[in-house]
Each structure stands twice: as C-alpha cells, then as structure tokens.
T-cell receptor
Framework: NAGVTQTPKFQVLKTGQSMTLQCAQD?????MSWYRQDPGMGLRLIHY???????DQGEVPNGYNVSRSTTEDFPLRLLSAAPSQTSVYFC???????????FGPGTRLLVL | DAKTTQPPSMDCAEGRAANLPCNHS???????VYWYRQIHSQGPQYIIH???NNETNEMASLIITEDRKSSTLILPHATLRDTAVYYC????????FGTGTSLTVIP
C-alpha cells in the first residue's frame, strides 16, 4: 500500500492564481482531512470529509474549497491564491473521525 | 484554545529514556489519548494511543494517569533519529494539534 500520497511536493504561485492540491489514499478510509502548518502554529484543520459526497469545514476554511467524489481522492482547491496561504499542507485519512490518522508527506506552497 | 498542553522543548541524552509529558485538562471519558511525532517537516507519524490503560508498542510506551488528565510518552532508549516534534492532540470530534514538544536527542 502506498498509504496517503500528495502532489505536488512543492509549488510556487503568484497572487490570484488558482491551483489544486491532490491527495489520494489506498486504505479504503472513509475519513479524509486537510491541514495547514505554519511556523509556531501547529497543524490546523482546513476541511474534512466523512465519506464520498460529504465535506465540512474545519478551523480555517476560508479561501479553500474541497470535494469528495470518490473514497480515494480528496483534492484541495485554492481559487485565488494569497500570500497568507503560503504554508505546508498535509492530507490525512482514517477509518473514522476519532481513529488513527495517517498523514501524507505534505505539499509546500509559496504564494508570491 | 489549546486543549492539551506540552512543554515547548526538551533535551535527552542518547541512550537514555525520554519522558514527554502532556496535560489533557478537558479530556472526556470516551476520548482517546494519542501521540504523534513529526520529523523535520515530514508528515506527522502515529506513535501510540490508549484510553485508560498503559500501552506499549515497538516504538514507545504510554502512561496515562488514573484521572486521565495527563499522560507521558516514554521512548525507552532515545536515539538521534528520535529528534522530532512530538504531539499529543486533543481528540474530540476532530484531531486538534497544538504546537507540540520539540525533543532534541543529544549525542
């Protein structure tokens, strides 16, 4: 099993550009989530999904959209990137909201 | 609001036991205690979890106090590769990670 995979590993964007961060898991997990990590802030939950077709907001959802059309994939969309979205983004999956979460390697995003 | 509290940093001599504390002041009866670590900006890695009883696996031991308001992660023989940030997230409806404890293992 590959576990949780994320692409790209690194990305540089200009303010106002859009992009999609990809996340996939092959563990048949129903629950998937996106976090961002900034220096001194720990991990903060952006959006999560408890199953295909179901998504909800976390602590810091503004500026991000998600969808969950399949169990395996949970993409994170930035419609109009801002410098405040410069961060490291982690995707995670688990069999339930309170179950052990498994994290991907992260995507490092720089918005100029 | 930090629902778990950890010291920001700790040092440990290589080969010695590392004991990392966590306070769970708002933990409820059915909420598990989880520990993760993050090595040099990699994705967080699951270490161990428990509800009431002490737990041990190949990576670490977890000691939970009887009132469940605090726990200690024990790395029995710390190595340089254990240098990382260690998190004990508050697990309620979601996982809430704080800023963790930065453990440095010193040669």
């Amino acid at each position: 099993n590959a576990g949780v995979t994320q692409t790209p590993k690194f990305q540089v964007l200009k303010t106002g550009q859009s992009m999609t961060l990809q996340c996939a898991q092959d563990m048949n997990h129903e629950y998937m989530s996106w976090y961002r990590q900034d220096p001194g802030m720990g991990l903060r939950l952006i959006h999560y999904s408890v199953g295909a077709g179901i998504t909800d907001q976390g602590e810091v959802p503004n500026g991000y959209n998600v969808s969950r059309s399949t169990t395996e994939d949970f993409p994170l969309r930035l419609l109009s990137a801002a410098p405040s979205q410069t961060s490291v983004y982690f995707c995670a999956s688990s069999s339930g909201t309170r179950e052990t979460q498994y994290f991907g390697p992260g995507t490092r995003l720089l918005v100029l | 609001d930090a629902k778990t509290t950890q010291p920001p940093s700790m040092d440990c001599a290589e080969g010695r036991a590392a004991n990392l504390p966590c306070n769970h002041s708002t933990i409820s009866g059915n909420e598990y205690v989880y520990w993760y670590r993050q090595i040099h900006s990699q994705g967080p890695q699951y270490i161990i979890h428990g509800l009431k009883n002490n737990e041990t696996n190949e990576m670490a031991s977890l000691i939970i106090t009887e009132d469940r308001k605090s726990s200690t992660l024990i790395l029995p023989h710390a190595t340089l590769r254990d240098t990382a940030v260690y998190y004990c997230p508050h697990v309620a409806d979601q996982f809430y990670f704080g800023t963790g404890t930065s453990l440095t293992v010193i040669p």
